[in-house]
C-alpha cells in the first residue's frame, strides 16, 4: 500500500534556525504532500510536489522530491515558535492519500 | 476562508453503541474522505467517497463503518457498534478534484472516547 513514512524524529531547534525532516515511500505516486498538525487540530496542508516535479518552494517551505530513491525533503527555514507542529508527508495514488507517523517539530523562542 | 466543519468535537459512547459522526465539507468540493487518527499513531485513511458512492475504502473500514451523504451538505460517518479500538480523532477532509491534483481540506476533527 501507498505510505510516506517519515524518519521518527523529534525536532528541537532555536528560533531562527533551519528544520529539515524526511520522508520515503514504497510504491508508485502521483504527488507527494506536507501537511502541518497543530496540537488537537486537523491537518492543515502545506505544499504539494508532483511525481514529475524535484523541488518546490512556497515562503519559508522548501521540498524536494526524489522518485528515484522513492523520497522527499522538508526544509523550513528561519523557524519561528508559531511553526511548532507535527508535520506529515503523503502520497497521493489513485483517490486516497497516505500518511506517515509524523515528525514533531518543537521551536524555542 | 472556506472550512470543512465536523460535528461534535467530542464524542463519548459505551461499548456497542452506534455513533454517527458528521461533517460539511466545502460546499463546491466533489470528493470527501473521513481518516482516523489514534493517539500518537498514524493518520489512517478510512474511505474515499465521490458521486454518492464508495471510491476507495480500506482494511480499517469493515462492516461496522458506513458514510452517507444524506442530502448536499452534510457526509457521516456511521460505526454500528462500537468497540474500544474505535477510540481515535475521526477527520472528515474534502478536494476538489481529488488526490491525484489537489490537496486535501481537513476539519479539527471528532475525539470519540468508547468506554
Known amino acids: 500500500s501507498q505510505q510516506g513514512e517519515e524518519d521518527p524524529q523529534a525536532l528541537s531547534i532555536q528560533e531562527g534556525e533551519n528544520a529539515t525532516m524526511n520522508c520515503s515511500y514504497k510504491?508508485?505516486?502521483?504527488?507527494l504532500q506536507w501537511y502541518r498538525q497543530n496540537s488537537g487540530r486537523g491537518l492543515v496542508h502545506l505544499i504539494l510536489i508532483r511525481s514529475n516535479e524535484r523541488e518546490k518552494h512556497s515562503g519559508r517551505l522548501r521540498v524536494t522530491l526524489d522518485t528515484s530513491k522513492k523520497s522527499s525533503s522538508l526544509l523550513i527555514t528561519a523557524s519561528r515558535a508559531a511553526d511548532t507542529a507535527s508535520y506529515f508527508c503523503?502520497?497521493?495514488?489513485?483517490?486516497?492519500?497516505?500518511f506517515g507517523k509524523g515528525n514533531q517539530v518543537v521551536v524555542i523562542p | 476562508e472556506p472550512e470543512v466543519t465536523q460535528t461534535p468535537s467530542h464524542q463519548v459512547t459505551q461499548m456497542g453503541q452506534e455513533v454517527i459522526l458528521r461533517c460539511v465539507p466545502i460546499?463546491?468540493?466533489?470528493?470527501f474522505y473521513w481518516y482516523r487518527q489514534i493517539l500518537g499513531q498514524k493518520v489512517e485513511f478510512l474511505v474515499s467517497?465521490?458521486?454518492?458512492?464508495?471510491?476507495?475504502k480500506s482494511e480499517i473500514f469493515d462492516d461496522q463503518f458506513s458514510v452517507e451523504r444524506p442530502d448536499g451538505s452534510n457526509f457521516t460517518l456511521k460505526i454500528r457498534s462500537t468497540k474500544l479500538e474505535d477510540s481515535a480523532m475521526y477527520f472528515c477532509?474534502?478536494?476538489?478534484?481529488?488526490?491525484?491534483?489537489?490537496?486535501?481540506?481537513f476539519g479539527n476533527g471528532t475525539r470519540l472516547t468508547v468506554t
Open positions: 510504491t508508485s505516486i502521483n504527488n
Open positions: 477532509a474534502s478536494t476538489s478534484s481529488g488526490t491525484t491534483n489537489s490537496p486535501l481540506h
Open positions: 460546499s463546491n468540493h466533489l470528493y
Open positions: 503523503a502520497t497521493g495514488w489513485n483517490n486516497r492519500l497516505a
Open positions: 467517497f465521490y458521486n454518492n458512492e464508495i471510491s476507495e
